[in-house]
């Protein structure tokens, strides 16, 4: 008798203003997938995914996951982008007992015991990027974002970080997710008018190219004042022209630019699985490596119950295309490899720091004194 498949849920969205970055995560969560079932699947039995498509809609991710748990009877789920997303989504997998794994960079300050963070916390990628901004370019930073949690609580970690080195942040300027061009133009202009050493945006979506764009046409010199952005991937600089993109700077545990041969079978493998329009993002690598996690304590559990995964999960490593990872089983982020990066002439990431080993995740940023519960009076509004 055929075994039946383990079936889990896959919540990527292929329309809506964040669909450039999660296509690249749904594409890298169906190819681990394939890859576990071409090597015979997890104790004999297939992984079946189930996806649909959220469009980038909090309550759609919402209704989906409903749909996935109730109806699809899924206990693990793989999904979300934005922290908006995941925030719409983490009640219903608490409230069903299942389990989401969660591949992206966010702002950290959260603990779900139904929710694995496979992507960086802040002390993996804001601390690492604030050291090299300041020791590069300045302490006088300009910060703008889209209007939503992650941009405002990433925004104020970074706000913090430079506070504590003796920096300044000279404005600080959300706009719409779906930003239009008068929104861009305060943007330039909030910029013209404070002349930072660097700027941090957590722009997002659709928006990143237009302000990217925006910026080289104003004459600003991102060689001299670069914009540094985390919420920025290859997925939007292919968009693109090289000498756009030149300069600018972010700070990401995997690049597409990386090497090694874990790092280069990974791209290759989602450009002849996908094609060249799916590019190898830090968001995708971690949508890769966490389904194998997954596959690699489910064989240890026997069982996708939560409970019983998540002990497993504790117990496992996988060589990911970044590096060596694993899940710290007191928070359920995960040990990554930060890295910074500036784009060169030609539009590509030139790795410029690299960490001698893993670092262990402090979603909490307790070894750097932050307190989520403060907004620092210093902070100039403009």
């Excluded at 849920?9 to 071409?38: C, D, K, M, P």
């Excluded at 959220?54 to 749909?67: D, G, H, K």
């Excluded at 009877?73 to 794994?101: Q, W, Y």
Aim: net charge negative; glycine share 8%; proline share 7%.
């Amino acid at each position: 008798m055929k075994q039946e498949p383990w079936r889990v849920g896959v919540l990527f969205s292929e329309t809506g203003v964040t669909h450039a970055i999660e296509r690249t995560q749904r594409a890298a969560t169906l190819l681990a997938i394939e890859e576990i079932n071409q090597a015979g699947g997890v104790l004999g039995r297939a992984i079946e995914p189930i996806a649909y498509d959220p469009c980038s809609t909090p309550s759609y991710y919402n209704e989906l996951a409903l749909r996935l748990c109730d109806e699809d009877r899924v206990n693990v789920i793989f999904g979300c982008h934005m922290s908006s997303t995941r925030k719409a989504t983490l009640p219903v997998v608490e409230d069903r007992g299942a389990l989401l794994f969660y591949p992206t960079l966010y702002e950290g300050f959260e603990y779900s015991r139904n929710c694995v963070y496979t992507g960086a916390a802040p002390n993996q990628n804001s601390v690492q990027l604030v050291d090299y901004l300041s020791g590069n370019y300045g302490k006088r930073v300009f910060i703008v974002g889209s209007n939503y949690i992650y941009p405002h609580e990433s925004n104020r970690i970074i706000a913090e970080l430079f506070l504590k080195i003796g920096g300044e942040v000279l404005d600080e300027f959300y706009v719409p997710l779906d930003i239009s061009p008068r929104h861009i133009e305060s943007i330039i202009q909030r910029i013209k008018r404070t002349q930072p050493d660097c700027i941090y945006s957590t722009v997002v979506g659709d928006g990143i190219v237009p302000f990217f764009n925006a910026f080289k046409a104003a004459g600003f010199d991102a060689r001299t004042m670069p914009i540094a952005s985390q919420s920025t991937s290859e997925a939007d600089f292919v968009q693109m022209q090289p000498d756009v993109a030149a300069g600018h700077i972010t700070a990401s545990p995997f690049f597409d630019t990386l090497g090694g041969a874990g790092a280069e079978r990974f791209v290759a493998k989602m450009k002849e699985t996908y094609g060249p329009e799916v590019v190898a993002t830090a968001p995708a690598e971690s949508a890769y490596f966490q389904v194998h996690l997954y596959a690699a304590a489910l064989e240890k559990a026997g069982t996708d119950r939560r409970t019983e995964l998540l002990k497993a999960l504790g117990e496992v490593e996988f060589d990911a295309p970044q590096g060596r990872v694993k899940i710290d089983p007191q928070t359920n982020h995960t040990y990554l490899w930060p890295r910074v990066a500036k784009l060169d002439d030609n539009g590509r990431y030139e790795i410029v720091f690299e960490p001698d080993e893993w670092v262990e995740p402090d979603p909490f940023m307790t070894r750097h004194g932050m307190d989520p519960a403060l907004a620092d009076p210093k902070i100039k509004s403009g």
